[in-house]
């Protein structure tokens, strides 16, 4: 029996051993082979799973981009109802405000007449210089307020800020001209707090036509 230099094994051993290894990797093979095509018999379901996560994550997108845009919509229509009571505030305040200083025009027509009626030889008594002080105040009232006096004088009459008493013929003034103020007139915030009472000029009657003669 002959022996092989490298391991002392006989070559009857030698074989055998060769012949068990590639039983051995022909094992190993079809095992490998049979492995994978576990895998590939298990990939289809892989898939199913992997399309069936990609539905629900889909799903949850458009239920949350649902629910934002519900949101969005809620908070704009708060938003508009809290500028509509804000609005509704102010306009409260606003007319609130402008039937007071309405109810103070007549208070400040009568100092306004006081001063033009007052003889000037009484002007520079000191009650006189205090009463005119009142005056001077309730003017600052209106102005902080934003009340200014309509302007009469030179203007046409306007319907929107005047109101016309009397319509009179008068030299010198152009249909429709006011010719003098009875009674001033305040806006607030552009909007009319009492019209100026105003006399108004109207053209003459037109001349009556000579009546045609026979040559």
């Given amino acids: 029996m002959s022996m092989s230099a490298s391991d002392g094994k006989s070559d009857k051993e030698i074989k055998v051993t060769k012949k068990k290894e590639k039983e051995s990797d022909a094992q190993v093979s079809e095992e490998t082979i049979e492995a994978e095509a576990e895998d ?5 379901e892989e898939l199913s799973e992997l399309e069936k996560l990609q539905q629900e994550l889909e799903e949850a997108q458009a239920q949350a981009a649902e629910y934002l845009d519900g949101w969005q919509r809620i908070q704009a229509e708060f938003s508009n109802y809290k500028k509509r009571q804000e ?3 102010a306009q409260v ?4 405000n402008a039937d007071l200083l309405r109810k103070l025009l007549p208070v400040v027509d009568d100092f306004e007449r006081a001063a033009t009626t007052l003889p000037s030889d009484l002007a520079h008594l000191t009650w006189c210089e205090g009463v005119f002080l009142i005056k001077q105040k309730l003017d600052g009232v209106l ?3 934003n009340v200014k006096p309509i302007e009469t004088e030179g203007q046409s009459f306007d319907p929107r800020y ?3 008493v009397t319509y009179e013929e008068v030299a010198g003034y152009e249909e429709g001209q006011i ?3 009875v ?3 305040y806006i607030l915030d552009e909007r009319v707090l009492r019209p100026a009472l105003v006399r108004v000029a109207k053209a003459p009657p037109a001349p009556p ?3 045609a003669t026979d040559d």
Avoid: V
């Fill in 40 to 44: 590939i018999e298990e990939k289809p």
């Fill in 87 to 89: 609005a509704e505030r």
């Fill in 93 to 96: 305040r606003a007319f609130a």
């Fill in 143 to 145: 102005e902080s307020e």
């Fill in 162 to 164: 005047h109101e016309a």
């Fill in 179 to 181: 010719i003098g103020e």
């Fill in 183 to 185: 009674q001033r007139g």
């Fill in 209 to 211: 036509e000579e009546p």
